[in-house]
């Protein structure tokens, strides 16, 4: 569970990061999830976008990437989010104060 200062530090840095995901049509298939996963081991934080004839709104989205993947909603802005999942062997992100 991220704290309000942990999650204050995320956002700043994914301001940053270009959108590497989109979710369209075609909804959230175990491809997508395994995608998500690979990209969460290496980047512990990434950026996703929901397209407008996706059938979810970014929030469903959003909560169901990250139930699936295990991963922590860092935010949610219109039509894009943000996840955070700790690589315990290879922390890239440090988010002590």
């Given amino acids: 569970m991220l704290t309000s200062k942990q999650r204050a ?4 840095i994914a ?3 270009e959108t ?3 979710v369209g049509k075609g ?3 175990d491809q997508l999830v395994q995608q998500v996963l690979d ?5 512990e934080l990434i950026k ?5 004839n996706c059938e979810y709104s970014a929030a469903e989205a959003a ?3 990250a139930e699936k ?3 922590e909603v860092v935010q949610v802005i219109g039509s894009r989010f943000v996840l955070f999942k700790r690589n315990p062997q290879n922390p890239v992100i440090s988010l002590k104060d």
Avoid: E
């Fill in 63 to 65: 909560a169901i990437l």
């Fill in 9 to 12: 530090k995320l956002r700043g």
């Fill in 48 to 52: 996703l976008h929901v397209l407008d």
């Fill in 27 to 29: 909804g959230i298939s």
């Fill in 39 to 43: 990209a969460l081991k290496k980047r």
């Fill in 69 to 71: 993947s295990r991963s």
């Fill in 20 to 22: 590497i995901f989109q």
């Fill in 15 to 17: 301001s940053t990061y």
